[in-house]
């Protein structure tokens, strides 16, 4: 959302008198503010005031929860540190490493998915248990997707692996059936609960062979009359070929294998040798992979993509990253037979198992609320070169067009807006000129906050909106009459012109209360105060009266005398110097030679002139007597020193 420089229109309400109603609106940063107004009447006049109708739409709704707070902090330091990462790694260390940064963005998915479980258990509030119920949602959604990913993208395992990494996938993300087994072990006699043969199910399902034969083996002690059944299935589940990762068996040896292991299901189930058990009959037939057996099933799967993951297992189990989407799409079509449209989830897996990268981000940035997922995940695998041949049309890359997206909509929230300045930085082609648009927008509210801001525009060599940040809260000091702030932010602005008007305002209250504020200031002003005159005499003036104050009269007569005769103290303020000037003339040792005591004459009647003209010295009785007892003093020092410097040549 853009900030208008402009008034906002004027939008009318349809069916309402255009006299009397209208609908005001303005664009602020990140947010909208939409207020409803009456107007035409004396009365709405009067209750102008107290607005009646106010609404604030926002842009990014998801800054302001806590639960993803959480998220958006704790994914800023995996960002930050995968930017800075070593990028000369290749091969398998760099493909290691970047697994490492994936499951790092999973385990605060996680993080944060968990708190929202325990915040939707503790409240009591029904509105608020659906709020972190639906949240849970999102984020397990969310961590499904990104683990798939991972998996698909990321890791790229070879054939075989690959199912293996698919398996620990669904079970990561399919775990009713921990529930049950908990029910099932805890009851008296486990092989005949309710759920026994459901459990053993689910776990041969999902490829869990030493569980389901654990539970297998419950049935043999309780039921001897199956003892034979059970120790044959025992037997077809144990030598189940599968590949590890620390197999050195090639793909061929493995298909070999699993074929002969294939039909000695087919045998074993074509023999009826478990036709009298009709579980042990259905679990041989899901070993076998048959189709309309998994359907049957399909109710304890739950999911389409756990269907099509077990189907690969008994079916296709060395398939190939390529060959994953001819699955996909008929599981998808067999699981919802026709009954069910995609939801929008089933949409993004069905593009990431057909390994389109593009209508993934696509269909997530549709789908999910904001654009923490899809600027991460994008990033990510831009680090993986798989995105580097798509540019976007209005010339940006789309990594780049979602980061500063995201950082954008950081940048509305209060706090948040300090991680959005790193995630610009990570933007070569537009980040600095989105950061320089954002940071003015930024309320300064406090000192410390604007410091925070100056400070990361200084580490950035933003002069102008360093200029802009100090002069703004130059104005507030001086709006809340707090000279020294003000000053010390206009010399940080190196603003002359405002440096000069404070200066100004200093002089002013001194000659209003006879003492200077902020003396710690004014005494350390150094360089700074060379920014302009009336600050180097503001400067100056202050180290006449610390000399005055140490008794270091002929100095500080010397500097006094300096302040007038290079004119950079303002005219208003020269009778101040003048009488100044009074108690160093009549000191008992003489302090002004003769020179320095016509200057002062001359100083006196050019401003005695100046006043005369403007007719400002006839009305005031008090700047005559001033005049008066300026012209004796001089006089009588006058004297003094002519006299003294008499002696001194005469000696």
């Known amino acids: 959302m853009e900030e208008l420089d402009v008034e906002p229109s004027v939008t009318l309400i349809p069916g309402v008198d255009s006299d009397k109603r209208q609908l005001c609106f303005e664009w602020g940063p990140g947010e909208m503010l939409v207020c409803e107004t009456l107007l035409g009447s004396a009365e709405c006049k009067e209750k102008r005031p107290g607005c009646p109708n106010i609404y604030i739409v926002r842009k990014d709704q998801d800054v302001y929860s806590q639960t993803l707070r959480k998220l958006f902090n704790e994914s800023h330091g995996i960002f930050v540190g995968l930017q800075k990462d070593e990028k000369e790694k290749t091969g398998k260390s760099r493909t290691a490493q970047l697994v490492r940064v994936s499951k790092n963005y999973r385990s605060v998915i996680r993080a944060c998915m968990e708190d929202s479980h325990q915040m939707a258990i503790s409240t009591r509030d029904p509105a608020m248990h659906i709020q972190h119920s639906t949240q849970v949602s999102i984020l397990s959604a969310m961590e499904l997707i990104w683990n798939l990913c991972e998996i698909m993208f990321i890791e790229a395992a070879p054939a075989g692996l690959l199912l293996r990494h698919l398996l620990d996938w669904v079970r990561l993300h399919v775990c009713d059936v921990d529930n049950m087994v908990c029910d099932v072990l805890r009851s008296e006699s486990p092989a005949k609960h309710e759920n026994f043969w459901n459990v053993i199910t689910i776990f041969v399902l999902q490829g869990r062979m030493d569980e389901a034969r654990q539970l297998l083996s419950k049935e043999a002690n309780t039921n001897p009359a199956s003892v034979n059944m059970c120790k044959i299935l025992d037997e077809l589940m144990k030598k189940m070929p599968v590949i590890n990762p620390g197999n050195t068996q090639t793909l061929t ?31 041989c037939k899901i070993l076998l992979g048959d189709e309309n057996t998994l359907l049957e099933k399909k109710d304890l799967m739950s999911t389409w993509y756990h269907f099509l993951v077990t189907k690969l297992l008994y079916c296709h189990p ?165 000279l020294g702030s003000a000053l010390s932010w206009s010399i940080r602005a190196k603003d002359a012109a405002f440096a000069t008007l404070i200066s100004d305002r200093f002089l002013k209250d001194y000659c209003e209360r006879g003492t200077f504020s902020d003396l710690d200031l004014i005494d350390n002003l150094g360089p700074s105060m060379l920014l302009s005159d009336r600050l180097t005499f503001l400067g100056k003036y202050r180290e006449f009266h610390r000399l005055y104050g140490e008794e270091q009269f002929f100095a500080a007569a010397k500097l006094l005398l300096m302040l007038m005769t290079a004119r950079i103290a303002p005219c208003s303020f020269w009778m101040t110097l003048l009488t100044d000037a009074l108690p160093l003339l009549e000191q008992k040792e003489v302090i002004f030679s003769a020179d320095q005591t016509y200057e002062l004459m001359k100083c006196l009647e050019d401003v005695t002139a100046a006043k005369a003209k403007n007719q400002k010295l006839q009305d005031d009785d008090t700047e005559i007597i001033k005049v008066e007892m300026l012209r004796l003093a001089l006089a009588r020092n006058l004297a003094r020193a002519i006299v003294k410097e008499g002696t001194l040549e005469d000696s």
């Open 253 to 283: 040896e493995m298909e070999l294998k699993w074929q002969h292991w294939h039909e000695e299901c087919q045998r074993f189930l074509q023999d009826g040798t478990f036709a009298s058990n009709h579980h042990m009959e259905t679990l």
């Open 318 to 482: 060395t398939v190939k990253h390529v060959e994953l989407h001819l699955y996909a799409q008929s599981s998808l079509d067999l699981f919802l037979g026709g009954e069910n449209s995609p939801e929008p989830l089933d949409t993004i897996l069905l593009a990431a198992f057909e390994f389109d990268i593009h209508q993934v981000i696509k269909e997530c940035s549709i789908a999910l609320s904001n654009w923490w997922f899809v600027s991460h995940l994008t990033d990510l695998l831009d680090h993986c070169n798989l995105l580097q041949s798509h540019n976007l049309y209005f010339g940006s890359n789309m990594r780049e067009y979602l980061l500063l997206e995201y950082a954008s909509g950081l940048f509305s929230h209060h706090s948040l807006w300090q991680l959005a300045v790193d995630y610009f930085d990570y933007c070569p082609e537009y980040g600095r000129a989105y950061l320089e648009l954002h940071i003015e927008r930024i309320p300064l509210d406090t000192e410390h906050k604007a410091l925070k801001v100056l400070r990361i525009c200084e580490q950035r060599m933003m002069s102008e909106q360093v200029r802009s940040i100090c002069k703004i809260m130059a104005m507030k000091a001086v709006r809340n009459n707090r």
